[in-house]
């Protein structure tokens, strides 16, 4: 992640990633409560354009918060499995595309 080149950085990024998603789950929470778990109520939700901004900027959140993560994990433990950092981080990047790539068909189906 040459973006976020101190601990600092990746700190703060992760926080406020982190916060996204709590807002985006207690946003969803709420709506499932007030108006129960029906096919109605969240397509209404996930048809507001604020709602579905929303969703695309914590599904981005969630990616790269996952690149950091597995770029974090690799050098802490690819040597000590004896695991070549290349292919940790090569599964890493393809499984968040995937996941990416997935949650933004769903979003904009």
């Known amino acids: 992640m040459g973006i976020m080149t101190n601990g600092v950085q990746q700190w703060v990024f992760q926080r406020f990633s982190n916060a996204v998603?709590?807002?985006?789950?207690?946003?969803?929470?709420?709506?499932?409560?007030?108006n129960g778990l029906t096919?109605?109520?969240l397509n209404a939700l996930f048809a507001a354009t604020g709602f579905k901004l929303f969703a695309l900027l914590t599904l981005v959140l969630a990616f790269a918060n996952s690149i950091l993560a597995g770029w974090q994990i690799t050098?802490?433990?690819?040597?000590?499995?004896?695991?070549?950092?290349?292919?940790m981080m090569?599964?890493?990047?393809?499984?968040?595309?995937?996941?990416?790539v997935w949650g933004l068909m769903l979003l904009f189906a």
């Open 75 to 87: 050098g802490d433990y690819a040597a000590k499995f004896n695991i070549p950092p290349t292919l």
């Open 90 to 100: 090569s599964v890493t990047i393809i499984v968040s595309v995937a996941y990416l």
């Open 21 to 34: 998603f709590v807002i985006f789950g207690v946003v969803v929470l709420m709506t499932i409560t007030s």
């Open 39 to 41: 096919y109605e109520s």
